[in-house]
């Protein structure tokens, strides 16, 4: 069965640091990735995905991610954090086939100090 | 302990028909939802409740409509299925409108 971990239940940065918010997946075969952001006020809003092709994808807001087959991992990353970047971060999971659900992490909680 | 828990994992109905999903969740929260995942596996938000209170409706067939007994618990109920209806249906809770998701593990409906 699929499952996702994300290792980190919280992590605070200082505004204008780098960020990596790691994501670990367990599936048989190559995965759909996704990175969700979950800000106040703003719901569920996809950051960015990976299907095929290269394997460090870039999403919005600055964020980019990188999918290692050999460490099973689909890290987030952005080179310099902003205030407004603080919110939940949800690492999730899906099979090619059909209509197969998305698996989610717990999530991360980012804060951002100035 | 399963946080929020949603019955039945598959459902495999006749168009037409009328179906109902039901949604749990024991953490005490006071804001539940529905989402559903399209076919690219994209969620989008289709209705929230806080308190049992309609908080978010987006826009859905009004063949959908979600009935929340407590606060506990938001089920979904389908009027005349339609192929289009094919997807999966997650719930998910909060305890407020912008804390935290909780995601239930999903409901695959088969609209054939």
């Known amino acids: 069965a699929q499952s996702v971990t994300q290792p980190d239940i919280h992590i605070t940065v200082s505004e204008g640091a780098s960020l990596e918010l790691r994501c670990n997946y367990s599936?048989?075969?190559?995965?759909?990735l996704f990175w969700y952001v979950q800000s106040p006020g703003q719901g569920l809003q996809l950051l960015l995905k990976y299907f095929s092709g290269d394997t460090l994808v870039q999403g919005i807001k600055g964020f980019e991610a990188e999918f290692k087959r050999s460490q099973s991992s689909f890290n987030l990353r952005k080179p310099s954090v902003h205030w407004s970047d603080a919110a939940e971060y949800f690492c999730?999971?899906?099979?090619?086939?059909?209509?197969?659900?998305?698996?989610f992490g717990k999530g991360t909680r980012l804060s951002v100090i100035a | 302990d399963t946080a929020v828990s949603q019955t039945p994992k598959y459902l495999v109905t006749q168009m037409g028909n009328d179906k109902s999903i039901k949604c749990e969740q024991n953490?005490?929260?006071?804001?539940m939802y529905w989402y559903k995942q399209d076919s690219k596996k994209f969620l989008k938000i289709m209705f929230s409740?806080?308190?049992?209170?309609?908080?978010i409706n987006e826009t859905v067939p009004n063949r959908f409509s979600p009935k929340s007994p407590d606060k506990a618990h938001l089920n979904l109920h389908i009027n005349s299925l339609e192929l289009g209806d094919s997807a999966v249906y997650f719930c998910?809770?909060?305890?407020?409108?912008?804390?935290?998701?909780?995601f239930g593990s999903g409901t695959q409906l088969s609209v054939l």
């Open positions: 998910a809770s909060s305890q407020g409108a912008n804390e935290k998701l909780f």
């Open positions: 999730a999971v899906a099979g090619y086939s059909g209509n197969t659900p998305l698996v």
């Open positions: 599936y048989g075969a190559t995965p759909y």
């Open positions: 953490l005490g929260h006071d804001t």
């Open positions: 409740y806080n308190n049992k209170e309609l908080i």
